[in-house]
């Protein structure tokens, strides 16, 4: 099964087709662990900024403005998007485990200095705003580079549930950071309690960092880029691990085999080329899928606290029970149905989840109009659309990852994560302003339609446009850039 080298300089190789038929073992459970970490700590990281926002404006802490404080989460967002970008090009430039290191350490360093920012003045607030965004980087970077590596190294049939999960695994961080601040906010003085707040990321980070510290690079990213002798040893070491726990591997065919001829480095300007001309119906799924999820998720989630408040007299600091059902309910869709997206097939339900959840919405929007609900009924409805928003949110990421030749793969989904940043940061703007003062609900229930909408037209474009990938080798989904024979330039779907 080693992978020979020819005259041209040309490789034949097994590695993709090796990769795929591993059975399952500690090796995949404990990469799962050491990488999928990274949506806990976003999730952690963001609910933790929000629930530490208000105490930030009081005197005992930094006394800064509300203003002042509702810029930290655009620094945070913009940290993730620059990140995003420049760690995805570097993946794919270096390599994924060179990344997914670099990544976590630079989350911690921006994290962990936010906790030593020492006073509200000029200087202090801009120190302030430089860690946010640094820790904003780093979890970008996290997105780009850790997708690329769990698709690559998972195999082929336990994909989607597995991207799925881990993507969901946002909640978990979500739970962690509501429980950790409520438990500060309240038994910790003031100053102090903040500064851990933020600190409980890069405690956990520092775990994660041994663990991720073992990992092999990506045979595929090794091979790609005519590294056979790493590829090779990479892969045999999976190999000896998985064979370590009793199992008989069979052997591969040779008609698996792809000849690839590694191809010079691509930049952002050709990978734009590459999207519109050889996959533009590829392009407009990953883009339509990620902005939908991104626009509903940030409209509903950064204004749920002031909903409840506003409409429902809920008192701020009984809002985090509420959140973590909200949490609970996020988390448990990709963990539970997670694995039909291998089984029933990506197409039927991704369509599936973003149409459920939108027609949902609009239901519960006409009975949060009449009047109907009560701060407790309006969380059960938003547990219940979110159930199935989650999964089919995670399953936008998994498109992502998977659609586009590997050579691009990190930049692709920092590109559709950048977008998805970008229209998503508009929500809470727009359902702030008609939230207002919580006296009329004709403007929140015409956003929640439009909101409705906006998932519904995701839906229906994923089930036109869907590739179906469940249990296909990424290779067979988009040949490598650099195959020696890849399928005519049109795209397939």
Request: aromatic share 10%; hydrophobic share 50%.
């Amino acid at each position: 099964m080693v992978d020979v080298t020819g005259a041209a300089g040309g490789i034949r190789t097994l590695i993709p087709a090796r990769i795929d038929r591993l059975p399952w073992s500690r090796f995949h459970t404990r990469m799962v662990v050491a990488l999928g970490v990274a949506w806990i700590l976003d999730g952690l990281e963001i609910t933790v900024a929000s629930a530490v926002a208000d105490t930030l404006t009081e005197p005992e802490a930094l006394q800064l403005s509300s203003a002042a404080v509702g810029f930290l989460a655009t620094v945070y967002l913009a940290g993730e998007v620059a990140g995003a970008l420049l760690f995805g090009s570097l993946s794919d430039r270096l390599g994924r485990r060179r990344l997914f290191v670099v990544t976590l350490g630079v989350y911690l360093v921006g994290s962990g200095l936010t906790a030593f920012t020492l006073g509200g003045g000029a200087g202090w607030l801009a120190f302030l705003y430089l860690t946010r965004f640094i820790a904003g980087m780093g979890i970008g970077g996290e997105y780009a580079a850790i997708n690329s590596a769990i698709d690559e190294l998972i195999p082929a049939r336990y994909r989607g549930r597995v991207d799925i999960a881990v993507n969901g695994t946002y909640w978990a961080g979500a739970i962690l950071g509501t429980l950790g601040s409520y438990i500060l906010l309240n038994r910790v003085s003031l100053d102090l309690g903040w500064r851990l707040g933020f600190l409980i990321g890069p405690v956990l980070g520092l775990v994660i960092v041994l663990v991720r510290r073992d990992l092999p690079e990506s045979p595929r990213w090794q091979i790609m880029h005519g590294r056979s002798e790493a590829a090779e040893a990479s892969i045999t070491a999976i190999e000896r691990e998985v064979a370590a726990t009793g199992v008989r591997l069979p052997p591969v065919e040779e008609s698996r085999a792809i000849d690839i001829t590694p191809a010079d480095q691509i930049g952002y300007r050709a990978l734009t080329r590459i999207l519109f001309r050889e996959y533009p119906s590829r392009a407009v799924l990953g883009a339509s899928l990620m902005i939908s999820q991104s626009f509903l998720y940030n409209a509903i989630f950064f204004t749920y606290t002031l909903v409840l408040g506003k409409f429902y007299d809920v008192p701020s600091t009984a809002t985090p029970l509420y959140l973590i059902a909200f949490a609970v309910g996020n988390l448990l869709g990709p963990l539970l149905i997670g694995r039909f997206f291998d089984t029933v097939g990506r197409r039927v339900m991704i369509a599936g989840t973003y149409i459920g959840s939108g027609a949902l919405l609009a239901f519960s929007a006409c009975l949060f109009y009449s009047g109907a609900l009560n701060a407790i009924t309006q969380t059960v409805c938003w547990c219940v659309i979110f159930f199935f928003a989650s999964a089919g949110a995670s399953a936008a990421y998994l498109t992502v990852s998977e659609i586009f030749p590997l050579e691009v793969r990190a930049k692709a989904i920092a590109v559709f994560f950048a977008i998805a940043q970008c229209f998503g940061a508009l929500g809470p703007v727009i359902y702030g302003a008609l939230i207002g003062d919580g006296t009329s609900p004709g403007g929140l229930f015409a956003g929640y339609l439009v909101g409705a909408g906006v998932m519904i037209a995701g839906g229906v474009i994923a089930y036109r446009l869907a590739v179906d990938a469940e249990g296909r080798a990424l290779e067979d989904i988009a040949p490598p850039l650099s195959a020696t024979v890849r399928t005519p330039a049109h795209d397939p779907h």
